[in-house]
């Protein structure tokens, strides 16, 4: 089936440092990807949507200028924590929708785990 | 709105069945979705259900779905400890590809 990787798969750094999250689409093509958030023992909440060629599209209360997303290729979406805080240490997981009529399937990266001193 | 509503925890014994249920309140929900999440990984998609569907099953898995009630459930057949994780419900109320909305999800622990 189709894969999606993110690297890196775990991070440590220093308040006000910024960390860019890749996620990929391994063997299909993706024009959109979502990034979401998980805090502990919590559900995942929708960040954005990433569109290739275009500018993302952010969810109520998610600052664009603080998560910066760049949807460079079909296969290639990155999300940078600018001036990382505490606050924003979470698990980041991105998915990419199949193609064609495999829509309906949703494919979730393996997720990168921040922790921000 | 959308919500998604799970119960937060279900405790079972190796080789019993194991029912997670879900309910939504968006009546344009297309498609439905279960996800297992072991501790400290990503999501692996278990199986979904178009919403024209009542009942879908796969191997050990079958979801029912009330499309009156709003309320959608998981069985697992035979549950092994191996299914200790937790397990989110999602939904996708547009057309497909567009992103989920997850429930909280149901920490499944299986005793031996």
């Known amino acids: 089936g189709a894969v999606v990787s993110q690297h890196p798969s775990r991070v440590i750094c220093k308040s006000g440092t910024s960390v860019k999250i890749e996620c990929r689409s391994l063997?299909?093509?993706?024009?959109?990807m979502f990034w979401y958030r998980q805090f502990p023992k919590q559900s995942l909440m929708l960040m954005a949507t990433?569109?290739?060629?275009?500018?993302?599209?952010?969810e109520q209360g998610v600052e664009k200028d603080k998560f910066l997303i760049n949807h460079a290729s079909l296969t290639l979406s990155t999300l940078t924590v600018t001036s990382a805080h505490p606050e924003d240490s979470s698990f980041y997981i991105c998915?990419?929708?199949?193609?064609?009529?495999?829509?309906?399937?949703?494919?979730f990266g393996p997720g990168t785990r921040l922790l921000v001193l | 709105g959308e919500d998604v509503e799970q119960s937060l925890f279900l405790s079972v014994r190796e080789g019993d069945s194991s029912v997670i249920n879900c309910t939504y309140t968006?009546?344009?929900?297309?498609?439905l979705y279960w996800y297992k999440q072991e501790p400290g990984a990503g999501l692996q998609l278990l199986t979904y259900?178009?919403?024209?569907?009542d009942m879908k099953q796969d191997q050990r898995l079958t979801v029912l779905l009330n499309k009156k009630d709003k309320h959608l459930s998981l069985r697992i057949a035979d549950t092994q400890t191996g299914d200790s994780a937790i397990y989110f419900c999602?939904?996708?109320?547009?057309?497909?590809?567009?992103?989920?909305?997850f429930g909280k999800g149901t920490t499944l622990s299986v005793s031996s």
């Open positions: 998915s990419a929708p199949g193609q064609g009529v495999g829509q309906e399937t949703q494919y």
């Open positions: 999602a939904e996708i109320t547009g057309q497909a590809g567009t992103a989920l909305i």
């Open positions: 259900i178009f919403s024209n569907m």
């Open positions: 990433s569109n290739e060629g275009s500018k993302a599209t952010y």
């Open positions: 063997d299909f093509q993706a024009t959109t």
């Open positions: 968006d009546s344009s929900s297309t498609y």
